[in-house]
C-alpha cells in the first residue's frame, strides 16, 4: 500500500494542472487485475474522472462506491522540510501532499482492488476518483447526471475524506462569491458628483453582517454543529489607487457556509439583490458607466443523511465502531452524491482534516492499516 502511496503523491495534481498521470496509473494498476475503467473528461481532455467496477460481471451493478479526489492544494508559499511531492516514511506517518487529503484513502482502496478475487465478491465495489474538488467539486458535478443513472443499482458510497475515520453523517455547505463595483476614476475634488466603488462595497458588506446577525439570532439553528448557523464570511476587498483618486472599481469576495436546509442560493441571491438594487441606482444616479456584477465563483452543497439510515448503519456496523455519527463544518463531494445523485452516502478516511492542507501535511501509519481493514471488513465476499 505505501508503494501505491509513494506514487500517488509523486504526481503533482494541484488543482489547476492534469490528473491525467495520475489516472493513466490508476487505469493500469487496475487492468492488471481484470478491472475495466471508464474516463470520463473535461472538455480540454486535460484531466479525467474515473470510474471502475470490481466484481459486477457485466451486470451494471455498482455496489458500494469508494469515492475520492484526485487533485491537491498548491504547495506555493508553504515551508515544507522536503520535496512535498516525494513520499517520506517515518515510524508512525506518510508525509508528502495529499497523504491525508486524500490519496492516503485511494491508497488503500487500490491496495485492495489491485488483489481481490472479483468471483468472490457477493456485492460489487466502484471506486470513482473526481478532478477539482478542491475548487468547487469540478470533477464530480460533472459526473451527477452518469450517477443518477446508478440509483436502484448502487448499495451507497463512501467518501474518504480525512475524518480520523469517523463515519460522518453531515457537513456545512460552501459557495463563493464575487461583487464587482464599477465607476469612473476621476480627481478626489469631484467625489461628491461621482460613484464610489469602495463607498457601495462597503454597503453590501455592511448588508451581509446585517444577515450573519440574523442568521445567529434567528436561524435557522442546527445544534448538530459546533457553529449551528449559516454565515457569511467577507475574505477580499480590492479597490481604489489614492485617496485623492475617485475609485473605478472595487472588488468584493465572500464565502458563504450554510448549514443544511438553508441553502446558499436563497442567501445568494438577498446579496445580489440588494448590490443590484438600491446600491446600483445610487450608483447610476451619478453616472451611466456605473455597473454591479455580482457572480458565483463555487458551490459545495450541504450534506445531511439520517443517522439511522440502512447504509450508514451498514457502514457503521460493517467497521465496528460505537461512536456516534459525527458532523463536521468541512465540505466535501458528498452533498453532490447524496443531495443530487441519490446515492446514500457517509464520509469517513484516514488522517486528520488539521493536517490537509498544511505543510508538511502527514498521515499516520496506523490508520492506512486501519482503514484497509475497515474496507475488507463490508460484507461483500
Not at 474516463?39 to 455496489?63: D, F, I, P, Q, Y
Request: hydrophobic residues 40%.
Amino acid at each position: 500500500m505505501l508503494e501505491i502511496l509513494e506514487r500517488l503523491v509523486g504526481f503533482d495534481t494541484t488543482s489547476h494542472k492534469s490528473n491525467l498521470e495520475l489516472i493513466d496509473y490508476v487505469e493500469d494498476l487496475l487492468a492488471g487485475n481484470g478491472i475495466t475503467s471508464e474516463l470520463h473528461w473535461n472538455e480540454e481532455r486535460t484531466k479525467a474522472n474515473l470510474v471502475a467496477t470490481a466484481g459486477a460481471g457485466g451486470s451494471g451493478e455498482r455496489g458500494v462506491v469508494w469515492s475520492a479526489h484526485t487533485d491537491v492544494v498548491p504547495v506555493d508559499g508553504q515551508s515544507w522540510s522536503a520535496d512535498p511531492f516525494t513520499l517520506r516514511v517515518t515510524e508512525s506517518v506518510a508525509i508528502g501532499r495529499g497523504t491525508a487529503d486524500m490519496k492516503g484513502f485511494i491508497a488503500c482502496c487500490l491496495a485492495i482492488l489491485s488483489r481481490v478475487d472479483q468471483d468472490r465478491l457477493t456485492t460489487p465495489l466502484t471506486l470513482m476518483l473526481t478532478y477539482e474538488e478542491e475548487v468547487g467539486c469540478v470533477g464530480a458535478r460533472r459526473l451527477v447526471d452518469e450517477m443518477r443513472t446508478w440509483v436502484g443499482r448502487v448499495e451507497g458510497c463512501i467518501v474518504g475524506e480525512p475524518t480520523g475515520l469517523a463515519v460522518v453523517v453531515g457537513h456545512k455547505g460552501k459557495q463563493n462569491h464575487r461583487v464587482t463595483f464599477k465607476g469612473e476614476p476621476k480627481h478626489a475634488a469631484l467625489a461628491p458628483l461621482m460613484p464610489n466603488p469602495i463607498a457601495a462595497a462597503a454597503a453590501v458588506i455592511g448588508r451581509a453582517q446585517s444577515l450573519n446577525e440574523t442568521f445567529r439570532s434567528e436561524g435557522p439553528h442546527d445544534d448538530r454543529f459546533d457553529i449551528g448557523h449559516s454565515w457569511i464570511n467577507v475574505g477580499r476587498v480590492d479597490g481604489g489607487v489614492k485617496p485623492n483618486i475617485v475609485p473605478g472599481d472595487c472588488v468584493v469576495e465572500f464565502e458563504i457556509r450554510n448549514v443544511p436546509g438553508h441553502e446558499c442560493d436563497g442567501i445568494a441571491t438577498e446579496i445580489g439583490r440588494f448590490a443590484t438594487g438600491g446600491v446600483l441606482t445610487d450608483m447610476l444616479a451619478r453616472s451611466a458607466l456605473a455597473e454591479v456584477r455580482p457572480e458565483q465563483l463555487s458551490d459545495t452543497p450541504s450534506f445531511a443523511i439520517d443517522p439511522a439510515h440502512k447504509f450508514v448503519t451498514f457502514v457503521r456496523e460493517a467497521f465496528g465502531t460505537k461512536d456516534a455519527p459525527q458532523f463536521v463544518p468541512f465540505g466535501t463531494e458528498a452533498g453532490l452524491i447524496w443531495g443530487r445523485a441519490g446515492i446514500p452516502t457517509v464520509v469517513c478516511g484516514p488522517g486528520a482534516i488539521t493536517e490537509a492542507h498544511t505543510a508538511d501535511e502527514f498521515v499516520s501509519l496506523d490508520q492506512l492499516k486501519q482503514c484497509v481493514q475497515y474496507l475488507r471488513s463490508l460484507p461483500l465476499a
